[in-house]
């Protein structure tokens, strides 16, 4: 019963069960916020114009 008290895998197995723990926690991340990122509108254009128009109606108030 020699490989009981081997313990050469013992640091690699723990480094799998970070990596593993990790990859659950960004999992479950993107599943909470998928609802933010799929409700958006990236419309990048009118975004910009929307800028510019306040800009703009900014300048003309000073």
Do not use: C, P
């Not at 659950?24 to 990236?42: D, G, M």
């Amino acid at each position: 019963m020699k490989f009981l008290s081997d313990e050469r895998g013992q640091g690699a197995a723990e480094y799998i069960l970070l990596f593993g723990g990790v990859i659950v926690i960004a999992i479950a991340a993107l599943v909470i916020y998928n609802s933010y990122f799929t409700n958006q509108s990236f419309d990048t254009g009118e975004d910009i114009n929307t800028v510019r128009e306040k800009s703009a109606a900014n300048d003309r108030s000073l």
